[in-house]
């Protein structure tokens, strides 16, 4: 196994800080161009990675400051790919209060290609600001699925929707073939769909969508794992599951048992980055399936939330996890991104980095590395 995931991780996205912001309206309202945007984001990614690397963190991202969303950006750059509104969707908060958010919905429109270069020069950016090592993250494929399911697909690009996950897995290759040729090692797929099968109000959705929610987990795990099956065999390949992240709210419940064996042993990847920050993510049971060789980042630091937690509780719960799976094969991570979105969510810049000095602290206890 290898040192990555590492044992202090994170999931990969970071408030913006105002300068940001400011740039990104600039642009918008037509007042500065786009190569001044893009400086901006320069300026912004340099520091964000120097606060990474300042605070002991071997893996270190770009923060997700190039973009809007976290999955839209990237998905809209391949060829037949479209934004068609949102689905409206409840998301829940902690203070017992509902947020309804329609996320933006992709649809594809005529056949999938992937006709350019999409991260590459960000990542080799990143490159040149990181003396650690740079992890690029990009939505999961099944984004361009699960949401929209067979209407979101246009009959006459794909009247046979084996040739569409064929051609979704051929762009995903192509997008890790550039990046690996970069020299990115170290590259996450964010994918809040198998988390959502775990929860039934969601299940019950993707049934009216015309889908099976008990074979589309065999069925992502084959989508990923042709999509991944030409990478370098020293690039890791990590999977975040994501229940919604939106300014602090989620959309999604449910422990992990569902979709867990399938998720841990017939998916190809190196690592998983699964949330284990409040009682919606269920207990720690479901790690009994993974195999030898993989390691589970628990994610027990909550992002959703400035308080603190307390470094003997989230040892407790470690302890507890590691009755399941070996202690080895286990890291510690925040629980998801602080901004998958660019609204970021309801915690302040210095709670951001308290939250990552406790992962890096309870890590460096647990396991003598970080």
């Not at 959502?196 to 969508?209: F, G, H, I, M, W």
């Amino acid at each position: 196994m290898t040192a990555r995931p590492f044992r202090a991780d994170h999931v990969g996205s970071f408030l913006r800080p105002k300068a940001l912001l400011e740039a990104r309206a600039a642009f918008k309202a037509g007042t500065i161009d786009k190569a001044a945007l893009r400086l901006a984001e320069d300026a912004a990614i340099a520091d964000v990675v120097k606060m990474q690397e300042d605070l002991g963190f071997k893996g270190v991202t770009d923060g997700e400051f190039r973009r809007t969303f976290f999955h839209t950006d990237f998905l809209l750059q391949l060829d037949g790919v479209d934004e068609a509104g949102g689905t409206q969707v409840h998301f829940h908060r902690h203070d017992g209060h509902e947020l309804e958010y329609a996320p933006p919905v992709m649809t594809i429109t005529g056949p999938l290609r992937h006709a350019r270069d999409i991260q590459r020069a960000d990542f080799e950016y990143l490159a040149s600001c990181a003396t650690q090592t740079p992890k690029v993250t990009i939505p999961s494929p099944t984004m361009l699925h699960f949401r929209g399911g067979r209407e979101a697909i246009d009959a006459g690009a794909y009247p046979d929707l084996d040739q569409f996950y064929e051609d979704l897995s051929a762009a995903y290759r192509a997008e890790i073939a550039s990046l690996a040729d970069a020299r990115c090692r170290y590259l996450q797929l964010d994918d809040t769909n198998l988390a959502y099968l775990c929860d039934d109000t969601q299940r019950e959705n993707a049934r009216r969508r015309g889908m099976d929610p008990d074979d589309l987990p065999r069925l992502y795990a084959k989508v990923i794992n042709d999509s991944i099956r030409d990478r370098p065999a020293d690039m890791t390949v990590c999977v975040h599951l994501c229940r919604g992240n939106y300014r602090s709210s989620w959309a999604a419940e449910g422990g992990y048992e569902p979709v867990a064996e399938v998720l841990l042993n017939e998916l190809a990847v190196d690592g998983y980055f699964l949330e284990y920050d409040d009682a919606r993510s269920g207990d720690f049971a479901p790690l009994r399936f993974l195999p030898k060789g993989k390691r589970v980042v628990l994610g027990l630091v909550t992002t959703k939330l400035g308080e603190l937690e307390d470094p003997a509780s989230i040892k407790g719960r470690i302890d507890d996890a590691a009755k399941f799976a070996p202690l080895d094969q286990l890291a510690l991570s925040p629980q998801c991104g602080f901004s998958s979105t660019v609204h970021g969510n309801e915690v302040s810049f210095a709670q951001q980095s308290a939250k990552l000095q406790l992962v890096m602290d309870v890590a460096q206890d647990v396991w003598g590395e970080v």
